[in-house]
């Protein structure tokens, strides 16, 4: 798997992407196919100083433009000093299966990104509205060392998803789900969809919180843009490995909307009620943002001098003969010790 995503990512061309605050298209081809993302770049970008980046990824026919405006994430890039990146799906879909997806695409996008301007490669996270959950979530699965976090709002785990992934990194994860949600039911379906709350506890349990059977809770105040004040629930998932945290915010009588935002393409009357004081977009930012990915790898040296490879590398890191410090190119760097074919040699891969 780690070559073929190494040999889509080297037909990625990054085309254009200016090195000034505000935003500007970053295109590139991947798999064949010329793909977008708007790319805002923080107001009084330093290209001394090292940036996170936040992929945000849009609902079922949604657009990039769609959840800048949705989201608000602008605004507090421009104030705390990140980028934003909204990618466009192919179509009306994100594609979770197969190859080359969406989370090889994104894998792709950040690699471009990173080329262009001064990325901090343990900062980048990935959130979704919807559909849009959906290449967040399988980045974790699939490519858990490639980002410090996601958000996940309004999307439930599908049951019978095949993406061919087994990780169980541990990965900071934020969710958001309205009760009253019409698109994605809070409590799933009987077959094939899991409830919110399930789809939390899933995350925790992969993430090692120690109470994913039984997280704690705490109530807040609340008011929908229909009129009603509720009340909302953040459950919290604690003594999570590696530092990691998983929190659910449950919004009572919420509809499939981002909470705190705009919500734009479908009326009320379709997509349910908007929270008005639970802001998604800050608590994922301020959540996210206090994280890290500290992944490491450690394997025998072998004769594979710097393989290009967005995945942990399994073996064969450095030349034959020579155990010195080896670049890994594109999401990995390698620092090696030891001679070949003494016990000594080992290579470790940090972020």
Request: some cysteine; aromatic content about 10%.
């Amino acid at each position: 798997m780690a070559k073929t995503i190494a040999a889509i990512a080297m037909t990625c061309l990054l085309m254009s992407a200016v090195a000034q605050a505000g935003n500007t298209v970053v295109t590139l081809t991947f798999g064949g196919v010329t793909r977008s993302s708007i790319l805002h770049v923080p107001a009084g970008y330093d290209s001394n100083k090292a940036y996170p980046l936040m992929l945000v990824f849009h609902g079922v026919n949604g657009s990039g433009g769609q959840m800048e405006n949705m989201t608000g994430l602008d605004d507090i890039a421009d104030s705390d000093d990140f980028f934003v990146a909204y990618p466009e799906s192919v179509g009306a879909a994100w594609v979770l299966s197969g190859t080359p997806n969406d989370a090889q695409f994104s894998l792709a996008l950040m690699q471009a990104i990173e080329s262009a301007y001064h990325i901090d490669p343990t900062r980048i996270y990935a959130v979704g509205y919807s559909e849009g959950a959906g290449p967040a979530q399988l980045i974790a699965f699939c490519y858990p060392t490639s980002i410090a976090g996601i958000g996940n709002v309004g999307q439930n785990l599908n049951k019978y998803s095949q993406t061919g992934c087994t990780s169980n990194m541990p990965v900071t994860a934020v969710l958001f789900h309205g009760t009253a949600d019409p698109k994605s039911p809070y409590n799933g379906y009987p077959v094939g969809i899991y409830s919110a709350m399930e789809t939390a506890t899933i995350w925790a349990r992969i993430s090692g919180c120690t109470n994913a059977a039984n997280p704690s809770s705490s109530t807040y105040p609340d008011r929908l843009n229909t009129g009603p004040s509720v009340t909302d629930t953040l459950y919290t998932f604690s003594g999570c490995a590696n530092g990691t945290e998983v929190a659910f915010y449950s919004i009572t009588g919420g509809g499939h909307t981002w909470p705190g935002g705009t919500q734009i393409g479908k009326p009320d009357s379709q997509l349910g009620p908007t929270s008005l004081r639970t802001d998604a977009s800050e608590i994922l930012w301020e959540t996210l943002s206090q994280h890290r990915s500290t992944a490491s790898f450690a394997g025998v040296c072998g004769s594979a001098n710097g393989v290009a490879t967005f995945a942990a590398p399994s073996g064969d890191l450095c030349q034959i003969g020579i155990a010195s410090a080896v670049s890994g190119g594109l999401r990995w760097s390698w620092t090696c010790s030891g001679y070949n074919g003494g016990a000594a040699a080992r290579c470790s891969a940090p972020r």
